[in-house]
């Protein structure tokens, strides 16, 4: 502390974990930005944009500026040992910290919320895993609700949980650490329990679709690539004993919680969104396949779940969108409005007495069966 100016505010130059912590939020939140702009870009250009998708925004919104807060952290002194800082730095980075910790638990909230409401957007004929779906939304929001709430009422007034004047002067007082202690594992244990979640509920639901075994796999992977939020969960765990020892380098050991917790709510928005981004990579495949991708693409699938089964990057309002336009698209022209062609509606219906809308078009056709020369029966 010594060959530290007391007036010193920032890290000069950066290094070790408060490098890492800066660089890896930096590239986080960039490529954040870019894959939940293009879900968002495609959803309102499909006319499909919905709670889920707004859900993942906002948390995209939260998380933006929790990476602000973590970089400016690192300047702080988040990531450098006690004895390369100053007191204001001290206090400082513990100050960005907390503001950090708020956000960071409102952002994954929402990123989780997203990920649900898809779900059960998918789930539309399987009852028991919607259940599973709602018990994980509410573990999601029970668990948000009373992290942030601990976290406020960790000090008395908020500003001595980085401030260490105001105990010492008597205007304010803190929990014992065993709290601080018992809020953070059992915050931990929650997330990684949820972060688990959301990525096996989806892979259930599609597993038992009956899709290639390519595609299987193609989407299995990009599932495991969401379970990786709850493998930063557990490498971020055991920093969390650093707050029992506040004078063995704090801010160097602790900075490891928000390096951890933000690749994990980066993973989360990118998992997340990777799967809305079908449509877009479709519209660059061939005409074929973008007319099988506009029409839902439901064969080979369950009777019982592809009556309800919304693609993973689309949603049922896309689809309903775009099936009269798709018919152009798989027919040729000339040959659909060849014969007496029927097109199905609500409003057309051949079937009065069905409730079930019907779309589509229809031609009827008559077969003449005869029996051919020297055989002895129909052909």
């Known amino acids: 502390m010594s060959t530290i100016d007391p007036n010193q505010r920032y890290v000069e130059p950066l290094q070790g974990t408060g490098l890492s912590l800066f660089v890896v939020s930096i590239v986080g939140g960039i490529v954040s930005l870019i894959v939940v702009g293009l879900r968002t870009l495609v959803r ?3 006319r499909s944009f919905s709670l889920d998708d ?4 906002g948390g995209l919104v939260v998380y933006i500026v929790d990476v602000a807060l973590a970089c400016v952290g690192a300047l702080s002194g988040l990531g450098t040992r006690n004895e390369d800082m100053s007191p204001i730095m001290m206090m400082e980075s513990m100050k ?3 503001i950090w910790m708020m956000l960071y638990v409102i952002g994954l909230c929402l990123v989780k919320l997203s990920i649900c409401f898809t779900t059960l957007r998918i789930a539309t004929t399987m009852p028991t895993l919607r259940i599973g779906v709602y018990v994980l939304m509410g573990l999601t929001v029970a668990t948000f609700v009373t992290t942030f709430i601990g976290i406020l009422l960790l000090c008395r007034p908020v500003e001595a949980n980085w401030d260490q004047s105001i105990i010492l002067e008597g205007r304010g007082e803190c929990s014992p650490m065993s709290a601080m202690l018992g809020l953070s594992y059992t915050s931990t244990a929650s997330t990684i329990a949820t972060d688990l979640a959301c990525a096996v509920l989806p892979a259930i639901i599609l597993w038992r679709t009956q ?3 390519s595609k299987k796999i193609m989407v299995s992977t990009i599932l495991s690539f969401g379970s990786f939020a709850s493998i930063s969960t557990m490498i971020r765990t055991p920093y969390i004993d650093y707050y029992n020892r506040p004078t063995e380098d704090l801010a160097f050991h602790i900075a490891n919680i928000p390096l951890w917790s933000n690749i994990e709510t980066a993973v989360g928005l990118i998992a997340g969104s990777l799967p809305a981004l079908r449509q877009l990579v ?3 495949s061939s005409p074929k396949a973008t007319a099988h991708s506009a029409t839902g693409d439901t064969r080979g ?9 919304v693609t993973i990057g689309g949603s049922g309002a896309a689809v309903r969108s775009k099936d009269r336009r798709a018919l152009k698209s798989v027919y040729d022209i000339d040959e659909a409005e060849e014969g007496d062609w029927t097109r199905l509606d609500e409003d057309n219906n051949s079937d009065k007495e069905s409730t079930v809308p019907i779309r589509g078009i229809r031609k009827d056709t008559t077969f003449e069966m005869s029996s051919l020369p020297g055989k002895g029966g129909i052909q």
Request: hydrophobic share 55%.
């Open 211 to 213: 899709m290639k075994l």
């Open 282 to 284: 479709m519209r660059h």
């Open 301 to 309: 699938l369950d009777p019982a779940a592809s009556a309800g089964l």
């Open 44 to 46: 309102i250009q499909g």
């Open 96 to 98: 960005y910290l907390m």
């Open 54 to 57: 707004g859900l993942m925004l």
